[in-house]
């Protein structure tokens, strides 16, 4: 869901800064940074590859579910917290001001996580918080350098750091959203269908429909069409249906052979291939269209035979 994450924040910016009346320009700046402050609770793949490559003391590799299992749990219970998002918004609002208390203030509360969560849950704890913390800091500099207001700042974690977490809710454990406090808010995955393919091509549905979303947020500020870029080679996507009955079922557990596959897909929207093209527009939607389409008649072909 790591696209979905960043798309569904950056459409939700978007829109509702086109909403307040701001410019084009800072619509699409605050949404962008929504976007990759969207994408900061996921720091933890960098605990997992560390992990893969880390040998156990005198029995080699440590297993790989071992270190995404611990990773996860992490992943789920810090950096997808509703109140760790709300005070890392506050920290990077107070560090994106010109003044320099304001600064230290934003700093010193976003680098108070790191012991505060280290004491509550461990050490792998604050070791994710750690990377999360820095992330959130690259991002706060990145943002001065290109004039982005400390309000818009504010607005981007927010609208980042609280979307992130209600994207989990199809794929793992439920994050835990009121860490640290020993509440559950939601107890289970939210499960689509109880046929686990089934599930897997919804929970799919809505990472396609987040990025569509984001799509539309931009052409909407922009002002353009975006049927207007589609191109005709995207009905090409249809064709993969014959995989349904090529390739084993996906479920979540084992998925990647038709994630990649169907992402395939998407060069019909930029073929034949050149940089002049890739960059279009009309290579994204196409791609994407491609990609929608064979999401459909492969879910099609699996209802009906499978």
Same mark, same amino acid.
């Given at each position: 869901?790591?696209?979905?994450?960043?798309?569904?924040?950056?459409?939700?910016?978007?829109?509702?800064?086109?909403?307040?009346?701001?410019?084009?320009?800072?619509?699409?700046?605050?949404?962008?940074?929504?976007?990759?402050?969207?994408?900061?609770? =996921? %720091?933890?793949?960098?605990?997992?590859?560390?992990?893969?490559?880390? #040998?156990?003391?005198?029995?080699? +590799?440590? #297993?790989?579910?071992?270190?995404? =299992?611990?990773?996860?749990?992490?992943?789920?219970?810090?950096?997808?917290?509703?109140?760790?998002?709300?005070?890392?918004?506050?920290?990077?609002?107070?560090?994106?001001?010109? /003044?320099?208390?304001?600064?230290?203030?934003?700093?010193?509360?976003?680098?108070?996580?790191?012991?505060? $969560? &280290? @004491?509550?849950?461990?050490? *792998?704890?604050?070791?994710? &918080?750690?990377?999360? %913390?820095?992330?959130?800091?690259?991002?706060?500099?990145? !943002?001065?350098?290109? /004039?982005?207001? +400390?309000?818009?700042? /504010?607005?981007?974690?927010?609208?980042?750091?609280?979307?992130?977490?209600?994207?989990?809710?199809?794929? /793992?454990?439920?994050?835990?959203?009121?860490? #640290?406090? =020993?509440?559950? @808010?939601?107890?289970?995955?939210?499960?689509?269908?109880?046929? +686990?393919?089934?599930? *897997?091509?919804?929970?799919?549905?809505?990472?396609?429909?987040?990025?569509?979303? !984001?799509?539309?947020?931009?052409?909407?500020?922009?002002?353009?069409?975006?049927?207007?870029?589609?191109?005709?080679?995207?009905?090409?996507?249809?064709?993969?249906?014959?995989?349904?009955? !090529?390739?084993?079922?996906?479920?979540?557990? @084992?998925?990647?052979?038709?994630?990649?596959? %169907?992402?395939?897909?998407?060069? $019909?929207?930029?073929?034949?291939?050149?940089?002049?093209?890739?960059?279009?527009?009309?290579?994204?939607?196409?791609?994407?269209?491609?990609?929608?389409?064979?999401?459909?008649?492969?879910?099609?072909?699996?209802?009906? %035979?499978?």
């Amino acid at each position: 869901m790591f696209v979905g994450h960043a798309c569904l924040a950056f459409a939700v910016a978007a829109l509702g800064a086109h909403r307040l009346g701001w410019s084009r320009a800072t619509a699409l700046r605050v949404a962008v940074l929504a976007g990759l402050f969207a994408t900061l609770p =996921d %720091v933890d793949v960098i605990y997992g590859l560390a992990g893969l490559l880390a #040998p156990s003391a005198g029995a080699g +590799p440590i #297993p790989v579910e071992s270190f995404w =299992d611990a990773g996860n749990r992490v992943h789920r219970g810090v950096t997808h917290a509703l109140p760790v998002a709300a005070v890392t918004t506050l920290a990077v609002s107070l560090a994106a001001r010109s /003044g320099i208390r304001s600064r230290a203030a934003g700093g010193g509360l976003l680098l108070a996580l790191i012991p505060a $969560v &280290t @004491v509550l849950s461990g050490l *792998l704890a604050g070791a994710v &918080t750690a990377l999360f %913390v820095l992330g959130a800091a690259a991002l706060v500099v990145a !943002a001065g350098r290109r /004039g982005v207001s +400390p309000r818009s700042v /504010g607005v981007a974690a927010l609208v980042g750091l609280v979307t992130h977490p209600f994207g989990d809710l199809l794929t /793992g454990e439920p994050p835990a959203l009121l860490y #640290p406090f =020993d509440l559950t @808010v939601i107890a289970e995955r939210v499960v689509l269908s109880a046929d +686990p393919t089934l599930h *897997l091509l919804g929970a799919f549905g809505v990472e396609l429909a987040t990025v569509w979303l !984001a799509l539309a947020a931009y052409f909407r500020i922009s002002g353009e069409r975006p049927h207007a870029h589609v191109d005709r080679r995207a009905v090409l996507g249809v064709a993969y249906a014959g995989a349904a009955l !090529a390739l084993p079922a996906p479920t979540l557990d @084992v998925s990647y052979h038709f994630v990649f596959s %169907v992402l395939a897909v998407g060069v $019909v929207g930029v073929s034949p291939p050149s940089l002049e093209r890739f960059r279009s527009w009309r290579a994204v939607v196409t791609a994407l269209s491609a990609i929608s389409l064979a999401t459909v008649a492969y879910a099609m072909v699996y209802l009906f %035979v499978g």
